[in-house]
């Protein structure tokens, strides 16, 4: 009798352990979900739900399990490796192909800045009534306060915190509006899309598989120690599996509220949304003050939020693929933040239509996504780099799936765009 309570409470203590032990490995995942809840999504997520209702719900669930994949693929190849996807594509492939492919994600990082720089700027404009050059100043003023004054876990808490303001107004959001749930479930798992639609399609799933979070999440995941035989390694890997999973999760279940809520309010009124300002506006005399002050706060702190996350993906993007350090205490480093921030803010400075220039970034980052997906998976399943720990044979298959799945809707959208269909 007293050797099963003795077996009883070791076991119980070892579940413990595990749990305490798998909350220290919490928290990269989530970092990296701030960015697929950006003011870019936003503005897709507004566009989706006001002009085609529920449809494109099955996007958000497609572009998220991709996500997860992925993102699974980037921050094993950076535990294993013990470097940034960006240091690796510069170790393992010839001078010409990093200059390329490291041109095409900066190009699509200074896009994703344009979208997050935008969110705090309209947020400050919203609740503050900052004039957007001065909202998009203290945007940059903040992220940069918390990239350079703060260690890497304090970021990380702070951006959870945010994570948590942004997930619970949408909860409060979706109690106010009452959208259909029965079409929120069906358009979440029946896909349809036509030439109405591509574009809009593959807005939100370039704001959702962002290519600058793949290149993020190999390298901030590195926070962690991940030393250890064959057997903890794969155990801890377990760890970064579920920490990814339910990051995910809390990023589509916002998503999803967002078109949710833009058809409960806009669509069922036959209500053309051009602006997120406008979005706003209007969910005052149709869903009530709290619904627009929700709104508001929300795109503030995603705006502020992602701006840092994308900040630090640009810098490292740049620092990763010239070989220089890392360390945000860099001077390289910080150059590489503040010269990211600056065609950015131009850019909104002088921008007319904010609404289309989000879209369009996400668009932007689609397209380029294929351009970060491929040497992810030959680096991922790459025994040199990766040994025991490469991809499986279905692995493999499912990430070849999904960048095939990618290449063709971007095919789609450059014949929809081209020939007017």
């Not at 240091?87 to 010839?94: A, G, L, T």
């Not at 100043?137 to 890497?152: D, G, H, N, P, W």
């Not at 794969?234 to 967002?258: C, H, P, Q």
């Not at 709290?290 to 795109?299: N, S």
Request: aromatic share 12%; net charge positive; with cysteine.
């Amino acid at each position: 009798m007293r050797d099963d309570k003795f077996t009883i409470l070791r076991s119980k203590l070892s579940e413990h352990l595990v749990k305490a032990e798998l909350l220290r490995y919490l928290g990269p995942g989530f970092l990296i979900t701030i960015g697929f809840i950006d003011p870019g999504n936003w503005a897709t997520n507004v566009a989706a739900g006001s002009e085609f209702n529920y449809t494109l719900l099955w996007v958000v669930t497609v572009g998220t399990f991709m996500l997860v994949v992925l993102q699974g693929m980037s921050a094993r190849l950076g535990i294993i490796s013990g470097k940034s996807l960006a240091k690796n594509v510069r170790e393992r492939y010839s001078k010409w192909i990093s200059w390329l492919l490291g041109s095409t994600i900066i190009l699509a990082c200074v896009a994703t800045d344009i979208a997050e720089l935008l969110g705090g700027t309209i947020g400050f404009h919203l609740l503050l009534g900052f004039p957007f050059w001065l909202g998009s100043l203290v945007t940059i003023s903040l992220e940069f306060y918390l990239i350079f004054s703060q260690r890497y876990h304090s970021v990380e808490k702070i951006i959870i915190g945010f994570l948590s303001i942004i997930s619970i107004s949408y909860v409060a959001e979706l109690f106010l509006v009452k959208p259909d749930v029965g079409q929120m479930v069906y358009h979440s798992i029946i896909p349809t899309v036509n030439g109405k639609s591509i574009y809009i399609a593959m807005g939100i799933l370039g704001a959702i598989v962002m290519p600058h979070n793949i290149y993020l999440h190999s390298n901030v995941i590195q926070s962690r120690d991940w030393s250890g035989d064959e057997k903890r390694k794969r155990k801890l890997i377990k760890y970064e599996e579920i920490d990814t999973t339910l990051a995910m999760i809390v990023g589509w279940f916002v998503n999803v509220s967002m078109i949710s809520v833009a058809a409960a309010v806009f669509f069922n009124h036959h209500i053309f949304v051009d602006s997120l300002s406008q979005a706003s506006e209007t969910l005052r005399p149709l869903a009530g003050p709290l619904a627009q002050l929700l709104f508001a706060i929300a795109l503030l702190f995603a705006g502020i939020s992602s701006s840092t996350t994308s900040s630090m993906a640009e810098a490292n993007v740049i620092t990763g693929y010239f070989g220089k350090s890392e360390d945000p205490k860099s001077l390289f480093y910080r150059v590489s933040l503040i010269v990211t921030s600056i065609p950015a803010f131009f850019v909104i400075l002088f921008s007319k239509d904010f609404y289309n220039l989000l879209i369009l970034s996400q668009v932007i980052l689609s397209v380029q996504l294929p351009f970060t997906i491929i040497p992810l998976i030959m680096l991922s399943s790459n025994t040199k780099v990766m040994g025991k720990f490469k991809l499986t044979k279905l692995q493999l298959t499912i990430a070849w799936i999904i960048a095939v799945i990618i290449m063709a809707l971007n095919a789609f959208l450059l014949f929809q765009t081209f020939t007017g269909g």
